[in-house]
């Protein structure tokens, strides 16, 4: 049975803009774009540098919103480049934008759980960690991929 409701946590990370194209081209279902602020101590701002709280959340939102700008635009781009194409119109679907403070996966499986989600799409990070499943998709992919009541796909 196909989602009704796809989340994609987005992070301005190429892997993540490619986990909103894949969203995109394969699912024609509501679809939300979940940006994660992470707090940070206010004795490690310099000289207000990181500003106020909701300061700082109208400064995550606005990125959140061209984050998906760019990606919906690469989505179309890759969409309208492909000869005969019978992918979903994204240009036409409405996408959801959110803004959540917080641990990022924590806060992934909490989005889900509160808002009727039903499949997770991200994008995975490699580097160098401790076990091959962090190497292969990265700290936040494993934990949502291990802890999520729901289907993960995550893109490399």
Do not use: K, W, Y
Request: net charge negative; hydrophobic share 40%; charged share 30%.
């Amino acid at each position: 049975m196909p989602p009704s409701h796809v989340l994609v946590p987005l992070d301005g990370s190429p892997l993540a803009d490619d986990a909103l194209v894949h969203a995109l081209e394969t699912f024609d279902c509501r679809v939300t774009v979940l940006n994660v602020v992470t707090p940070v101590d206010a004795s490690m701002s310099e000289s207000g540098v990181l500003g106020a709280g909701e300061e700082r959340r109208e400064t995550a939102h606005d990125r959140a919103e061209r984050l998906l700008t760019e990606a919906r635009e690469r989505a179309d781009r890759r969409l309208d480049g492909t000869p005969g194409r019978d992918g979903p119109d994204t240009a036409q679907r409405p996408v959801e934008t959110a803004v959540e403070a917080g641990d990022p996966a924590e806060t992934i499986l909490a989005f889900v759980d509160d808002h009727d989600v039903d499949h997770v799409i991200m994008g995975g990070h490699g580097g160098d960690r401790g076990t091959v499943a962090r190497r292969l998709l990265g700290t936040v992919a494993t934990s949502v991929v291990g802890e999520a009541p729901v289907t993960v796909t995550v893109v490399r």
